[in-house]
């Protein structure tokens, strides 16, 4: 640096900042030996705060407005330097510029679940996100506990920090809100107070603070979200009792039009037998007299072999009227569930006695 360059420093008397970043929260101004001229004037524009610093130790503190440095505005840096006892310009100090603007949609977020307490799960863990503001409340304390001697300090260089201050207090949070899971996804803004609020005290020793916290989504464990469906399922069912009716009706349906299908006599049969076991386990087990009796034994309708075609299923009513009217005798072959394969009429015992009043085929020849 030349010596004229030197000379046309030591005989600027503003000294001010003008931030045309997004980041910066602290700025060092540069003097050549950080040599001030008494009587020069320091501008501090809204949103700014002004911080003498004298070797090493913070001195005054100058809040937006057009400021004339002399014994009347830095009385702490006065004393310091001896003014009182006649100390002439120029003096030494460092000025530190510091934004006290809120720096809104910074991000937060849990890198490893939180474990927290349910009422009604027990220990569980949660990942949460979200996003918050901030600002220097206090400049003196935020040059002292962070920022140093630092000559530009920027918000990349300490989100990462209140990031881990905010996750740290969510369990805290979580407590002091007495929200349960269930309940989390219509409580955000009070969640976020919650943490906000716990917070508060250790951002408070570095000079931040931090006027909203935003939760924008918290999140349970895949198995608890299962659980969770399950347990939603179950209420959309309702009575397990008409559930079961309703899916015996069903399964009729499916297997009258498919009649030459098997496996739908076999879900017909099982429709039934689990519709009587959780009518009975929806209703209890009979408590005397007045109770229903239990459901009749399932009846099974018949296959027929008739021309060769496969017929049914019918019921034994309707096997009573082809056997009277002649399409059903004792050498048809007849098929129900639980039957090995296709038998005569006559050898099944629950179609015998149809045939008890009907006289035999003729002999041939």
Known sequence: M??????KKELIDIVQHLDDTNNTLVFRFERFQNEIKNGAKCIVREGQAAVFVREGQVADVLGPGTHTL???????????????????????????????????????GTMNPVIVRDPEFGPVRLRAFGTYTFRVKDPAAFIKQVVGTDGRFTIEEINQQMRNMLVTHLSDALGESKLALLDLSGKYRELGN????????????LGVETPNVL?????????VEAALDKRSSMGIVGDLNQYAKF???EAIRDAAKNPGTAGAVVGLGMGQVFGGMMGQSATGPA????????PLPASYPFFVAINGQQQGPF???????KARGGELSRDTLVWQHGMAGWTRAGDVPALAGLFASSPPPLPKG
């Open 194 to 205: 919650a943490l906000r609020d716990e917070s508060a005290e250790e951002f408070g020793k």
């Open 315 to 321: 019921e034994q009513t309707l096997m009573a009227s």
């Open 215 to 223: 939760v924008e989504n918290v999140s349970l464990p895949p198995e």
């Open 287 to 294: 408590a005397g007299p007045a109770s229903a009796p239990p």
């Open 247 to 249: 899916q015996t009706a």
């Open 70 to 108: 002399d014994t009347k505005n830095l009385p702490i840096l006065s004393t310091l330097l001896g003014w009182k006892y006649g100390f002439e310009s120029p003096f030494k100090a460092e000025v530190y510029f510091v934004s006290t603007r809120i720096f809104t949609d910074q991000r937060w």
């Open 2 to 7: 030349s010596i004229w360059e030197r000379l």
